[in-house]
Structure formats: structure tokens, C-alpha cells
């Protein structure tokens, strides 16, 4: 059995994989980890191994504790992957960009693959039929627009995401829902536009915490998936083990 940990900016997910089957998803803040880890450890003491990719910040006493219970894998800019990188600055590519281009690349072989990961921020990767990660983009994810309008005018209010934004907002509140749900759609489905421009065989994954929010709004066919990212650890963890 095998324990996959994305440590992101807010929270922490983790997921027990068995023969590819994920059997259990936990998520919870990072200040609760160490009780949570000793919970998991203590329900799955049959786990063989750990594989780790982190965005945020993980207490070392956490991390230590982790690698003192079982092999773990830290996934790092030197780890393996399946892909051949030619980002033109490759050791500032985001570790979770990396691992989701690693999870498609394994996942959706001989094909051009859009990953679109909604979370803090949206981060948009490329990688081509041959393996080669090109690179991408990335903006604001829905959480940082409603923050930054509040924080940085004097009277918008800080709202959070609303099912039922509609084109004209006829209120303040509603008019924010309005440019921040509709433009992030437009944003998405624009950049899907001008992939698709480019490449009619394009896959397309969302993923991310407001991959499901996302994907009721999007015109376009894409696969969507919120915690790709755990399931990419666990491709990624048998790639390794297969090429060392």
C-alpha cells in the first residue's frame, strides 16, 4: 500500500493507494498534521511506502516523524520523471506542476495534454504527444480575486464563490460574482480555445480545489478530476520505482 501526501499552500491531502485503488482521501489544515499523520499511521500500519511533492510549508518535527515511520520519497526537481523538460527556467517549475504533468503524461500516453489546475492559483501546463513539457501559465485562482478586490479598494466586500453568478450583476456583490466566476470561465475556456488552435487532439484535465465548481461552467469537453495530483504521486511512484 502505498501513502501519497500533497502538502499545498492551505491544506494537506493525503490518499492510500492499493494496486492503483485509491481507498481512503483525508484532507486537513496544516496545523492539525501531526495528529492526523499519527491517526493514519496508526489506521494503515500495513503501508510500504510514502511519496511526498509539497507547495507549502510542512513543520520539519511533521516531516521527520514521516520519514521515521515509513521509506519515503520526496519529490524534488532531481526525481525522475517521464517527461522531457524544456521550461526555459526548469528548476523554477512549481513541484505540483511537475507531478500533474508526470500524472497526464502516465495517464494519457501519446497525446497532447492541457492540465489546468484551479487551486490558490490557476496554472495552465503543456505537454506534447512526445513527452516534451513546453510550459503554460498562471493567474489568480478564484480565491485570490475575491481577496485582492477586497484587500485592495476601500469598500468591495469579501465575498466567497457563489453558484449562481450571472452575466449582469445587478449589485455590487452580485457585479464581483459576475467578473470573477464568469472571468475565470472565460480565462479557462480562452486558453482551451487557443490550445485547441493549435492541437485537435488535445486532452484536457481540471483539477484542483475548484475543479468541480469549474467544470459545470466550461463549454468544452475535459476531464475532471480534483485530485489528480494524489493520483499523479501514485503513477509517478511506480515510474520511479520501474526506472531505477
Not at 494503515?44 to 510514502?50: G, Y
Not at 507549502?56 to 511533521?62: A, F, P, Q, S, T
Amino acid at each position: 500500500m502505498l501513502l501519497t501526501i500533497d502538502v499545498g499552500n492551505s491544506r494537506i491531502k493525503v490518499a492510500v493507494f492499493e494496486y492503483n485503488k485509491q481507498k481512503e482521501l483525508i484532507v486537513f489544515n496544516s496545523n492539525e498534521a501531526l495528529k492526523n499523520f499519527k491517526n493514519i499511521f496508526k489506521k494503515h500500519a500495513n503501508l510500504e511506502k510514502i511519496i511526498l511533492s509539497s507547495v507549502g510549508k510542512l513543520d520539519e518535527n511533521v516531516l521527520d516523524y514521516i520519514k521515521s515511520k515509513f521509506p519515503t520519497e520526496i519529490i524534488s526537481h532531481q526525481s525522475k520523471f517521464p517527461f522531457q523538460n524544456l521550461y526555459a527556467t526548469p528548476h523554477t517549475l512549481g513541484i505540483d506542476r511537475m507531478v500533474l504533468a508526470a500524472g497526464a503524461t502516465l495517464q494519457f500516453p501519446n497525446q497532447n495534454r492541457l492540465i489546468i489546475d484551479s487551486g490558490t492559483c490557476i496554472t495552465y501546463d503543456y505537454v506534447n504527444s512526445n513527452n516534451e513539457y513546453l510550459g503554460g501559465a498562471i493567474s489568480p485562482g478564484v480565491y485570490l480575486r475575491y481577496k485582492s478586490l477586497h484587500d485592495y479598494t476601500e469598500k468591495l466586500p469579501l465575498l466567497e464563490k457563489k453558484d449562481t453568478a450571472t452575466l449582469i450583476g445587478n449589485s455590487t456583490e452580485n457585479s464581483i460574482h459576475s467578473g470573477i466566476i464568469k472571468g475565470v470561465c472565460f480565462e479557462i475556456e480562452g486558453f482551451i480555445t487557443q490550445y485547441l488552435l493549435k492541437n485537435q487532439d488535445l486532452t484536457i484535465i481540471l483539477t484542483g480545489g475548484d475543479a468541480e465548481f469549474l467544470a459545470k461552467r466550461l463549454k468544452n469537453t475535459i476531464f475532471a478530476n480534483s485530485n489528480f495530483l494524489l493520483e499523479s504521486l501514485n503513477l509517478l511512484s511506480q515510474y520511479i520505482h520501474q526506472n531505477d
